[in-house]
Nanobody, 114 residues
């Protein structure tokens, strides 16, 4: 099992920045990739960015160039959110893809005011 705990959400004005962190615990050596998803009210959950254990990254077109994802050598993944827009408002979920399945954090709210 893998447990994920997110932090770093909050309220920010448009054009501002936030950094999300996700700490994984448990069987972290089974993790192949980690990433961030988001879900806005009335919308489906969507991939924001992901990073593999080898460092390969993948981004949604809407955030590419604004939200770099990074991962430390052990168990933490970061999402640096720059030039935030009101349409980035959502609950952001950390995700880990492991050998035995997918794992999710509890989510952290990001609200961008115009």
């Amino acid at each position: 099992q893998v447990q994920l705990v997110e932090s770093g959400g909050g309220l920010v004005q448009a054009g501002g920045s936030l950094r999300l962190s996700c700490v994984a615990s448990g069987n972290i050596f089974s993790i192949n990739a980690m990433g961030w998803y988001r879900q806005a009210p009335g919308k489906q959950r969507e991939l924001v960015a992901s990073i593999t254990s080898g460092g390969n990254t993948n981004y949604a077109p809407s955030v590419k160039g604004r939200f770099p994802i990074s991962r430390d050598a052990r168990n933490t993944v970061y999402l640096q959110m720059n030039s935030l827009k009101p349409e980035d408002t959502a609950v952001y979920y950390c995700n880990a893809v492991g050998v035995w399945g997918d794992y999710w954090g509890q989510g952290t709210q990001v609200t961008v005011s115009s």
